[in-house]
């Protein structure tokens, strides 16, 4: 296990108090992940480095992420940077036709 994945698991037993993946990753809403806020996730970011945090680009409201400032009196600009690297915007249909064309 590397000193990142411990310091993770760390910060997580800090502020939830012990294994709350079972709880929150159980039924009736089962899952491998569960959401946290803008600001724990700037501050998960700021603790471990954006390689070491996992983001489920599908299930993350990229747009709303990337124009937001701060939450929680949390500064976001490594949240974004971060946001950014792992989830690049998709491609327009519009992109994918001119790609096509020769």
């Given amino acids: 296990e590397t000193s990142s994945v411990t310091m993770i698991k760390q910060w997580y037993q800090r502020r939830v108090r012990g294994n709350w993946k079972t709880k929150v990753c159980s039924e009736p809403n089962p899952g491998d992940s569960w959401c946290i806020c803008m600001w724990a996730t700037a501050n998960l970011i700021k603790q471990v480095g954006c390689k070491n945090v996992h983001i489920n680009c599908a299930a993350t409201d990229v747009p709303y992420l990337l ?11 490594k949240a974004r940077e971060c ?4 989830c690049p915007e998709p491609e327009t ?3 994918e036709k001119t790609k096509e064309e020769p």
């Fill in 67 to 77: 124009g937001a400032e701060k939450d929680g009196g949390w500064n976001l600009d």
């Fill in 83 to 86: 946001i950014k690297e792992k």
């Fill in 93 to 95: 249909k519009e992109e």
